[in-house]
């Protein structure tokens, strides 16, 4: 099977890697298309995939808009080369429509219920795969599993931490750090949402430096009052140092979920509640605030508690009972595609078989 992926954020990369390796090796064939921007061709560089870089990501809903044409037609134009039997995407209009220009099924996978995407995206899937705590109902075409994104590659059969991070942080084990993630507020669906002011950032970081060192991860260039903060490892290693991190505090809602999955304490602040981070709050993995106000107070709660990793993992443990390793699901979901969808909607109980 000749399978083609849009990408377009880099935990896209992520979602879609252990699937594409497994199935490689059993000798379907995969190509990439994706847009530059926040490391994205980087990682699918480092983990050897064939890739087309097809633009500049756009930013404002003008020129996304038009990005709808632009980006569509280069993947239609690489797609009469590759020749893929499937279209894979996170939600992508862009291989929605080029898809059915070349008359080929698209599937696309969602978390974020983000209806500006799914507007444009949802009539050119002929499925939409998403985790049971998507609240939002997407009609016939949506199929939901019984677990995360993040799982897909932060489950434990598919991630293995390496504590060797630590040296390339400077740190010492058993030294308390934290990772900060602030982001640029750019997106479509970040339209009159907000974080952390600059000065709410900064006594948060002058708070967190009396238990230890502070690491920042951004989508932009930080300012110069926070430059020396800087997680300056590669892109692909900060898994790796989130799972050895004290605690993550941030405004990127797939950082926190992708802490939940490692069982490191997250605390997650923006005015966007995703359905995805309100099921892991149920599991006690992270804790959501959409303001500054009580965050040095968990911070310091977090910190009074000498055993707060312990408590963590167990609670990881129990949510990893209760879902599935998603990666399995998406090899057999695509190598039995479309009878795989008829299983689904009609035995939902099936998809337990991949815990």
């Not at 069982?263 to 309100?278: E, H, N, Q, V």
């Not at 949510?319 to 695509?334: C, G, H, K």
Request: aromatic content about 12%; glycine content about 8%; hydrophobic content about 40%.
């Amino acid at each position: 099977m000749r399978i083609l992926v849009d990408i377009g954020h880099p935990a896209h990369v992520h979602l879609f890697k252990n699937m594409a390796h497994e199935m490689i090796k059993k000798g379907h064939e995969f190509f990439f298309t994706v847009r530059e921007g926040e490391q994205q061709a980087v990682l699918l560089e480092k983990n050897g995939f064939n890739y087309a870089l097809i633009g500049i990501k756009r930013k404002g809903p003008v020129r996304k808009l038009l990005g709808i044409f632009t980006f569509s037609y280069k993947i239609f134009r690489i797609a009469l080369r590759f020749k893929p039997d499937l279209f894979l995407s996170h939600g992508s209009m862009y291989a929605g429509y080029a898809a059915f220009l070349t008359g080929k099924k698209h599937i696309a996978l969602e978390d974020t219920g983000n209806m500006e995407q799914l507007f444009f995206s949802k009539p050119v899937s002929d499925v939409i795969l998403s985790p049971q705590a998507l609240q939002v109902d997407l009609g016939k075409k949506h199929i939901k599993y019984k677990g995360f994104h993040e799982l897909a590659y932060l489950h434990p059969r598919r991630f293995k931490p390496d504590i060797s991070v630590l040296g390339e942080l400077n740190v010492k084990k058993g030294e308390k750090y934290v990772i900060l993630r602030f982001i640029s507020w750019n997106a479509t669906h970040d339209k009159g949402q907000s974080g952390l002011s600059f000065n709410e950032k900064k006594a948060l970081i002058n708070e967190l430096l009396k238990y230890g060192k502070v690491f920042i991860s951004g989508e932009k260039s930080l300012p110069p009052e926070f430059a020396q903060f800087a997680l300056r490892i590669a892109p692909e290693r900060l898994h790796h140092a989130l799972f050895y991190a004290s605690m993550y505090i941030g405004e990127g809602a797939t950082t926190a979920s992708e802490c939940a999955m490692l069982g490191t304490p997250a605390i997650y602040i923006s005015t966007i509640s995703p359905d995805t981070l309100g099921q892991q709050e149920k599991y006690g993995l992270v804790s959501s605030f959409s303001n500054s106000k009580g965050l040095i107070a968990k911070v310091n709660e977090f910190f009074d508690n000498p055993d707060l990793k312990n408590e963590f993992q167990h609670r990881r443990s129990k949510m990893l009972s209760e879902n599935i390793d998603v990666t399995s699901l998406l090899i057999w979901f695509i190598e039995n595609y479309p009878e795989s969808k008829e299983i689904m909607k009609s035995d939902p109980s099936f998809q337990l078989s991949f815990r």
